[in-house]
């Protein structure tokens, strides 16, 4: 299904992660376990999959600048996340099965922990074509 004909579809981490081949080059909006890192930051099924280091029940992310800014905010926490999704094969290797770039919105997930955050929970940027550096647009 799609998002309000943005053309983006809502689909499950784990039908993702089962088909990554199936979803390469879509813009998606997933929910999950965030968990942001200079090292390596990745949306996973669950938060105990992250505990567990289950990469192979993750897709990496690439974050925003602006998300390390709000790490507090959205790390190790459940959120829903929109960008593009690349397979593996199309940006290299790896223990996850793909890479969601291109972020354009964050939100945290109430539904799912009650962990939200109030003034910032949820944030979005303007797709490439439109992008201005240092931009942030806050929705209510």
């Known amino acids: 299904r799609t998002s309000q004909g943005s053309g983006t579809e809502v689909v499950s981490l784990i039908s993702v992660i089962a088909n990554p081949e199936r ?34 029940n993750a897709i990496a992310v690439t974050p925003r600048r602006e998300m ?12 829903i996340l929109c960008g593009v999704f690349r397979c593996r094969e199309k940006w290299g290797t790896g223990s996850h099965v793909g890479i969601l770039e291109e972020i354009s919105s964050i939100s945290a997930d109430r539904n799912a922990d009650g962990s939200h955050v109030t003034n910032s929970a949820h944030r979005s940027w303007p797709t490439r074509a439109t992008e201005r550096p240092g931009h942030v647009e806050r929705s209510p």
């Open 23 to 56: 979803y390469d080059g879509r813009s998606l909006l997933l929910r999950g376990f965030l968990h942001i890192d200079y090292e390596g930051t990745a949306l996973y099924l669950h938060h105990t999959d992250y505990q567990c280091g289950l990469t192979e």
């Open 68 to 79: 390390f800014a709000a790490s507090g905010s959205y790390s190790d926490r459940y959120v």
